[in-house]
């Protein structure tokens, strides 16, 4: 089976004050090993919830149905025991905003470190060397150094490569990117895309990507699901869905890509 | 570092300064005249003159002022010749009304006003952190509405409400407790207990129901921030994810607040110690007001001053501890 992750028809509701609302409606898509799948979808489309409920972190009284398999094993309604060992071992997940993802009381090496002992224990002095390993490979300067310091003391680009090298230090199969370049500059969100395809070229790692980037799916996904709604409104290689949109949705987002080449109307041009 | 703390020392030494001059002012401008009121019954003109003299109230404003200032640094003499009295420093000058030391005084009741912010303090933190808390882990459930409310009673009572309600349910129906009086620890540890028992639960309410509602609102807020998120997302254990992500960030304003809260309270708890007779130094700011007595009065003032402004600069060290993010330069 060459499938790391399959899911099937899935559908999350919500309990609302009117009542429950269907946040995601039957979605379905797989994700190979080694391989990217983006997620595309405005703001409250459903991504997030997407892969919160692969995660097993949503909100408290959502609800599940259909199947979400990570390696064969059904991950929905597990306890929270289960979980907690699938989470960071197999499936990490990283998010968009890293300053607020990290804790500011904390360095950032004890909060990789608490990572990797809670899943593979050990003594402090074998994490601290997973932390360095885990920090060089994300491309920290200095990380013997660096694991000491805490979350302010780094610039937006490298607060996220820490949060790469917390979500991989337990080299887990699955890691899922939730908007992960969306706070930083172009520069730098250049350069985690690299860093980004780099590391699962060498770790094998599966990756969902969600975004609501066009752009950046393009440069980095094999496949693209695209959501509105919470429903699954095309789904397909990204070249399918680039070159040869089926669905109404997916070329007004194509369309919504600004081009240095777009012939601007002439009433348009303000210089 | 150093830059720092001198800086902070130089703005106490003139908030300090400060309080002398308005307190020295109110009193200098408003308070009927001292010498009547040392004077007593066989007072002769002659005789309120030399007591001014010897006091040196007859001075202008500016030349008192000083000698009080210092006074307080270096020491001074009341009146001239064989009949001067030597004040050491700090001097805070004699009790118009027991013409004992105003600075004996304060030494000997400021232990009793320790003892009960002390142990009131350890009551309301144990109480209202651990309310707090639990209100915040089961937010919207009956047993968070009920403290809440709960809370928000307790802090709406009057300290001397509920102290008399408690004296009369415990010591006069109940027969529980003793009426509290004025032992030291080592006298008689129990009925020190007893006596001190009754002012720590009146005082600690108030403050116990705040830090419940602050101590909530806070965990409620960081179990909300993102990175409680990643560790969950991380797979730690939920003792260690609450323990460790949410409490730190959570208690760490409750500390300065408590900071604040606990040196004022050095300066005495001026109703709680007057219901219970206790003689701490907020009775004795409450007994000197009565009766005008300046010299007492002031030094009430001082210390209270001294006291809050002195924790203040005690939790913004302790902070630097706390929050990584703040560093002195």
Sequence with gaps: MNELLA????????????GPVDVVKDVSFTVGRDETVGIVGESGSGKSMTSLAIMGL??????????????GAELLHRTDREMRRIRGEQASMIFQDPLSSLNPYYTVGLQIEEMYRAHRGGSRKAARKAVVEALRQVGIPEPQERAGHYPHQFSGGQRQRIMIAM?????????????????????VQAQILRLLADLQRQTHTGMVFITHDLAVIGSIA?????????????????????????????????????????????????? | MARYLAGRIAGLVLILFTVCLFTYLIFFKLSPDPALLICGKTCTPERVTE??????????????????????????????????VHCPAPCLGYS??????????????????????????????????????????????????????????????????????????????????PFPSSVTFTDDPVLWFQSYLMPWIVLATGYACLYARLTRANVIDTLAENFMRTARSKGLSPVLTMRRHALRPALTPVTTIFG??????????????????????????????????????????????????????????????????????
Aim: include cysteine; charge should be negative.
């Design chain 1, 7 to 18: 899911v099937q028809n899935l559908t999350v509701t919500l309990p609302t004050t009117r």
């Design chain 1, 58 to 71: 949503l909100p408290r009284g959502a609800m599940t149905k259909g199947s979400i398999r990570l390696d």
């Design chain 1, 222 to 271: 094999t496949r693209v699901l695209v959501m509105c709604e919470g429903q699954q409104v095309e789904y397909g290689t990204a070249e399918q869905v680039f070159s040869a949109p089926r669905h109404a949705y997916t070329r007004r987002l194509l369309e919504s890509i600004p081009r240095i080449t777009d012939d601007l109307p002439a009433d348009e041009v303000v210089l």
């Design chain 2, 51 to 84: 007591i001014r003299t010897v006091l040196g109230i007859d001075k202008p404003f500016l030349t008192q002022f000083w000698d009080f200032l210092s006074g307080l640094i270096a020491g001074r003499d009341y009146g001239s010749g064989a009949n001067s």
């Design chain 2, 260 to 329: 604040m809260d606990f040196a004022a309270l050095l300066g005495g708890a001026l109703i709680t110690e007057t219901v219970f007779g206790l003689d701490g130094v907020g009775k004795m700011a409450a007994d000197s007001i009565a009766k005008n007595d300046q010299p007492v009065i002031m030094a009430v003032t001082l210390l209270a001053a001294f006291f809050v402004v002195v924790g203040n600069v005690l939790v913004d060290l302790l902070y630097t501890g706390l929050d990584p993010r703040v560093r002195i330069r």
């Design chain 2, 96 to 177: 118009f009304q027991t013409s004992q030391s105003v600075w004996e005084m304060v030494v000997d009741r400021l232990p009793v006003s320790a003892t009960v912010a002390i142990g009131a303090a350890v009551l309301w933190l144990l109480a209202g952190i651990t309310a707090g808390l639990l209100s915040a882990v089961k937010e919207g459930t009956w047993w968070d509405r009920s403290v809440m409310n709960l809370a928000l009673g307790g802090a709406s009572i009057p300290n001397y409400v509920l102290a008399l309600a408690l004296q009369y349910v415990l010591v006069v129906k109940l027969r529980i407790l």
């Design chain 1, 167 to 187: 979500a991989l230090v337990c080299s887990p199969a699955l890691l899922i990117a939730d908007e992960p370049t969306t706070a930083l500059d172009v520069t």
